[in-house]
C-alpha cells in the first residue's frame, strides 16, 4: 500500500506557515476595542447557557479526541476538539473578549480550516458537549469581525448577489436545466423537466455548484424522475439553489435570507414537498439550522434528502432496474445526513437493492469519519488543500481497509464528501472509484418504453 | 485541639453544607433562568424519552463506543464514582457520627470493604494524575485548576484512611480529614465538580437533538 508516502512530519508549523488573504486583510484592520466589543455583543446577545456550559463543564479529560479525525490523523493534541474549545472560545471567555489581532487570526484557521462541523465528537464526549456549536459561535465572531478565508467568502458573496454560490446568472440557470433536458431526451423521449409547475407533488432542488460543474447529475435525477412518472418541478427563478456558504462562514442573516428564499420557492409554488439532491451540508441548512434561525422548530414544509426519496422509490416498486450493479461497492455515511438525519439504514437499503456486491467500511453509520472536507472547510479554497488533505489520513486508512475487503466503488451520496474524498483518494493513492447513488442508480435503471 | 474538633466538626460543618446545597441551588437556578432567557430553544427540542435513552448508555459501562475505546479509563471512571459516592455515606465512622448526632442510622460497610474502597478512589486519583501528566491530548488541555481539584477529591480519601487506621498524628489527621471534605463539598458548585448536577442536562439535551432531529444515536 501506499500509505507510507503520507507520513508527515512537521505538521505541527502546518498551520502556521498558510496565509489567507481574506484572514489577513481582516486581521490588519481590527484594533483590540473592537475585538473586544464585537466578542461581548455576540457573547451577551447571542449565545447564553449552552456556550457557558459547554465551555464551563467540559472536564478536559481528553475523551473527545478518539472522535475526531484531525486528532486521529494528525496525532497532535492541538486538534483535539477540546483543544480547538481551549485555543478560541476558552481563551475568549478568560480574558473576557482582550485578545490580540493575532490570536483572532489563529482562532479564525482553527474555527474554519480545522474542525468540520461533523459533530462527531458530541458522541464521545461522556457530556455530550457540542465542540461543533462553539466553533460556530467563534466563525460567527470572526466574521463579524471581517476575518473570513477568501475563498468561503467569494461564495458567501455569490450567495448574496446571485442567491447562489456559483455566481450562475439567473439565465444560465434556465438555459443549463433546457439543456440538460434535450441531453436527457436522448435516453428518454419525451422527457421533462417541469419549470414552476403548480401543486407538483415534488418541488426538486439542488445546490448550486450542479448545474457549474456537475449538470449531469440534473440530468440523472429528471431520467429518474420521470422513470418514476413523478409529478414534479424545478423552479426557474433563484430559490433553486439549496445550499448555504453564508451558514458556515457565520453570516447567519445572509443565511436566513436564503433558507426564506428556498421555502418560498416551494411554498408559493404549492409543492407538497422538497426533494435535495445528494449533498449534505444543503440539508444541514434547510433542515437543521436555517429553519431554526427563521423561528421553525422543523422546516416548514417537508424536506427530503435524495436517499430518502430513492428508497421510496424501491419501497413502492416506482422504478425498476435492468440488473444489479456489478462491481462491489462500499459506502460513506456523509455527517450531515446519518449524524444530521439518521439516513444510514435507508442509504444501505439502496444499496442492497441497486448493488450485488456491498462491503462495509469501520466504523460506520453514525460513527463513520468525516471526509476533512466538510463545514466549509474545502470551500476555504487551495491555500489550505494540503492541510486539509493531511488530516484524511484516517479516513485514506478506512478507505484502504474497505479496498483490502474488495471494494472497488465508493458510494459517497454528498457533493462535498465526493470533493474530499476525491482528493484523499488522489493523494494516498487510494485508487477508488466515487460514485453517488444517482450516477449507480441510473447506470442500471429499466427504462420505461 | 478539642475546641479544633467541635469548630470543624460543629459550626463549619453546618457552613459546608449550607454553602454545599444553597451554593448549588444558586449555580442551577442561574444556569436555568439564562437558559430560558437566551436559549429557549434548548426546552423545545428536549425530549424526555431521547435524553433518557442517552443517558442511560452512557451509565451503563462500556455502553458507549468511547467507553469500549478508553477501556482502562472507564473502568476506572465507574469505579471512582461507584466509591466516591458510597464511601462517605456507608463507612462506619460516618454512619456513627449520624447515630450519635441524629439518631439515624443506616447500614455500615465493613471495614475491609471501606479500605479497599477508599484505595479504589485514591488509585484512581493517581490514574488520572497520570493521565494528565502523561498523555499528551490530556497534557495540553490541563490546567493547574485540574491539579487542585484532583487534590480536593483525593484528600478526604486519604487523610480518612490515616484516621481510621490510627496511623501516628491521626489525631490531627482527623482534623483534617474532616476539613479537607467540608471543603470537596464546598468547592462543588463552584468548580468543575459541578459536572456531576449538569451531566443529565448536558447528555440529556444532546440525545434530544440527536434523538428527536437527527434520529441518530449519540453513544
Ligand atoms: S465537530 Fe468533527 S471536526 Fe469538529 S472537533 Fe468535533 S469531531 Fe472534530
Ligand atoms: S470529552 Fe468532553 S469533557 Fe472531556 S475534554 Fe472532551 S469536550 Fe471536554
Ligand atoms: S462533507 Fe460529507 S463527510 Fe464531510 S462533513 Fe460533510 S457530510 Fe460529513
Known amino acids: 500500500m501506499s500509505e507510507s508516502k503520507t507520513v508527515n512530519d512537521n505538521k505541527k508549523t502546518e498551520s502556521k506557515k498558510i496565509e489567507d488573504q481574506g484572514i489577513q486583510k481582516g486581521i490588519e484592520q481590527l484594533t483590540p476595542e473592537r475585538i473586544e466589543s464585537v466578542i461581548r455583543q455576540v457573547i451577551n446577545d447571542e449565545t447564553g447557557a449552552r456556550l457557558k456550559v459547554y465551555v464551563d463543564t467540559c472536564l478536559h479529560c481528553g475523551l473527545c479526541s478518539k472522535g475526531c479525525h484531525f486528532f486521529l490523523s494528525l496525532k497532535d493534541p492541538k486538534f483535539s476538539p477540546a483543544a480547538k474549545v481551549k485555543q478560541t472560545l476558552w481563551e475568549i471567555m478568560r480574558k473576557k473578549g482582550k485578545v490580540s489581532p493575532e490570536f483572532i487570526k489563529e482562532a479564525a484557521l482553527i474555527a474554519y480550516t480545522q474542525c468540520n462541523m461533523c459533530k462527531r465528537c458530541a458522541m464521545y464526549c461522556p457530556f455530550g458537549l457540542d465542540v461543533a456549536y462553539v466553533m460556530s459561535v467563534m466563525r460567527r465572531i470572526c466574521y463579524k469581525l471581517g476575518v473570513v478565508p477568501l475563498y468561503i467568502q467569494d461564495t458567501a458573496h455569490s450567495h448574496s448577489v446571485a442567491m447562489n454560490q456559483m455566481w450562475v446568472k439567473d439565465d444560465e440557470w434556465i438555459d443549463t436545466l433546457m439543456w440538460q433536458e434535450e441531453e436527457a431526451q436522448d435516453a428518454m423521449e419525451n422527457l421533462r423537466i417541469p419549470l414552476d409547475k403548480e401543486g407538483a407533488d415534488i418541488f426538486y432542488s439542488v445546490i448550486g455548484p450542479e448545474p457549474k460543474f456537475r449538470a449531469q447529475l440534473i440530468f440523472q435525477a429528471a431520467v429518474i424522475m420521470n422513470a418514476a412518472k413523478e409529478n414534479w418541478t424545478m423552479p426557474s427563478m433563484p430559490g433553486w439553489d439549496n445550499s448555504d456558504m453564508c451558514m458556515f462562514t457565520g453570516d447567519y442573516e445572509m443565511m436566513e435570507r436564503l433558507k426564506r428564499l428556498h421555502f418560498e420557492s416551494a411554498l408559493n409554488l404549492r409543492a407538497k414537498r422538497i426533494v435535495m439532491g445528494e449533498c449534505g451540508h444543503a440539508f444541514r441548512s434547510v433542515y437543521d439550522v436555517g429553519n431554526r434561525a427563521l423561528g421553525w422548530r422543523m422546516p416548514p414544509i417537508e424536506v427530503v434528502h435524495s436517499i430518502e426519496y430513492f428508497n421510496e422509490l424501491f419501497e413502492q416498486k416506482k422504478i425498476k432496474i435492468r440488473k444489479k450493479f456489478e462491481r462491489p461497492v462500499t459506502l460513506h455515511d456523509p455527517c450531515n445526513i446519518v449524524r444530521g438525519r439518521g439516513l444510514h439504514e435507508m442509504a444501505r437499503n439502496i444499496v442492497n437493492a441497486t448493488c450485488a456486491n456491498f462491503i462495509e467500511m469501520t466504523p460506520n453509520r453514525e460513527h463513520n469519519y468525516c471526509c476533512s472536507a466538510g463545514g466549509g472547510v474545502i470551500n476555504c479554497g487551495p491555500p489550505f488543500k494540503n492541510a486539509r488533505v493531511e488530516s484524511g489520513k484516517e479516513k485514506a486508512k478506512q478507505l484502504f481497509a474497505a479496498k483490502a475487503k474488495g471494494a472497488e466503488v465508493v458510494i459517497a451520496p454528498c457533493h462535498n464528501c465526493h470533493g474530499g474524498l476525491e482528493d484523499i483518494i488522489h493523494h494516498y493513492g487510494v485508487e477508488m472509484e466515487l460514485k453517488f447513488f444517482g450516477d449507480i442508480i441510473y447506470e442500471i435503471l429499466e427504462l420505461p418504453e | ?219
Not at chain 2, 120 to 136: A, D, E, H, N
Not at chain 2, 172 to 184: A, D, F
Not at chain 2, 186 to 206: D, E, N, Q, V
Request: proline share 5%; hydrophobic share 55%.
Open chain 2, 1 to 219: 485541639m478539642h475546641s479544633y474538633y467541635s469548630f470543624v466538626t460543629g459550626p463549619l460543618a453546618w457552613i459546608a453544607f449550607i454553602v454545599f446545597i444553597c451554593g448549588s441551588i444558586w449555580r442551577f437556578n442561574s444556569l436555568w433562568q439564562l437558559t430560558k432567557k437566551k436559549d429557549s430553544a434548548v426546552f423545545e427540542y428536549m425530549d424526555r424519552k431521547f435524553a433518557l435513552r442517552s443517558i442511560a448508555h452512557w451509565l451503563i459501562p462500556f455502553g458507549s463506543r468511547s467507553m469500549q475505546l478508553n477501556p482502562a479509563m472507564t473502568v476506572a471512571t465507574f469505579l471512582f464514582h461507584i466509591c466516591l459516592f458510597i464511601t462517605p455515606i456507608f463507612v462506619f465512622g460516618h454512619v456513627m457520627l449520624w447515630k450519635e448526632n441524629f439518631n439515624i442510622s443506616w447500614f455500615a460497610l465493613p471495614n475491609m470493604a471501606a479500605d479497599v474502597m477508599t484505595f479504589i478512589v485514591i488509585g484512581s486519583c493517581i490514574f488520572f494524575l497520570w493521565r494528565r501528566i502523561k498523555l499528551p491530548h490530556v497534557k495540553y488541555l490541563t490546567t493547574p485548576l485540574d491539579f487542585i481539584i484532583l487534590m480536593i477529591v483525593a484528600a478526604p480519601f486519604m487523610t480518612g484512611f490515616w484516621a481510621y487506621h490510627q496511623f501516628p498524628g491521626f489525631v490531627s489527621m482527623t482534623i483534617i480529614h474532616i476539613v479537607s471534605g467540608e471543603i470537596m463539598l464546598m468547592a462543588i458548585p463552584f468548580t468543575k465538580l459541578f459536572h456531576m448536577f449538569l451531566f443529565p442536562f448536558t447528555r440529556g439535551y444532546i440525545g434530544s437533538e440527536f434523538g428527536g432531529v437527527r434520529m441518530a444515536k449519540d453513544w
